[in-house]
């Protein structure tokens, strides 16, 4: 089973001593075989994750509530902690740091 770590971030620098702000750069989309596994961080701002086709399942640190999404399904990432989105099927996911949904 393989993981996929998106980086899609720009460190900006921060104040002496305290840890860089991070702001996301852009969406990303990322194919999923099945079984295939994404890591994505989340924050109280998003990111929206879209399923474009296929199933997924998502879990995130701190939640003790998993979440199915079929194509056509979004769910906004509203806290912190890593989020894992894992292929049931094949699929498709976007990951929207801009918090729009857009048509696939």
């Not at 998106?6 to 989309?29: C, E, F, S, Y």
């Not at 399904?73 to 890593?82: K, N, Q, V």
Request: proline share 4%; with cysteine.
């Amino acid at each position: 089973m393989g993981l996929i770590e998106l980086g899609m971030h720009l460190v900006r620098p921060g104040r002496r001593r305290q840890a860089a702000q991070r702001r996301p750069v852009t969406d990303t989309d990322v194919s999923l075989a099945r079984n295939r596994l994404c890591r994505v961080p989340g924050s109280r701002r998003g990111p929206l994750v879209v399923c474009l086709k296929g199933v997924v399942w998502l879990t995130q640190r701190g939640d003790e509530q998993d979440y199915i999404l079929t194509a056509g399904d979004w769910m906004a990432i509203r806290r912190r902690g890593m989020v894992l989105v894992q292929a049931l099927r094949d699929a498709q996911v976007r990951i929207s740091w801009k918090g729009r949904v857009f048509s696939g």
